[in-house]
């Protein structure tokens, strides 16, 4: 099944794109080839290639996989781990809602 490319913000993109060519360029370090990292992290070679490219369609598990494949996956437990604005937040205890407001129904004649 394909997946088409979600409506992501241009800092998202970007920083998809670093993970990316980060992945890549550790795999190249520790000399492995595409085809040795996809075989191992049961993923398919075009999988990783998505993954090294950053694209926005392949999913957290993959990648996640291949982290743990490089030995990096202590690496993605250490994403928001400095979280400066909710620490802020929490300090000045300012309730945070766990869920977004439900959204209300529109009128059927808009």
């Known amino acids: 099944m394909r997946r088409e490319n979600i409506n992501i913000s241009s800092k998202a993109e970007a920083a998809i794109l670093l993970l990316g060519e980060n992945i890549r360029l550790a795999r190249l370090r520790r000399k ?3 085809n040795q990292v996809s ?3 049961g993923i398919s070679r075009s999988s990783l290639w ?3 490219k950053g694209s926005s369609t392949v999913s957290i598990g993959n990648i996640a996989q291949v982290l743990f494949i490089l030995g990096l996956e202590k690496e993605l ?3 928001a781990q400095n979280d400066n604005l909710g620490r802020k ?3 000045l205890e300012i309730s945070v809602k ?3 407001p439900k959204r209300l129904k529109r009128d059927e004649n808009e």
């Open 32 to 34: 492995l080839s595409a």
């Open 39 to 41: 075989e191992r992290a």
């Open 50 to 52: 998505k993954i090294e």
């Open 77 to 79: 437990g250490e994403v």
């Open 89 to 91: 937040l929490q300090d």
């Open 98 to 100: 766990k869920r977004a």
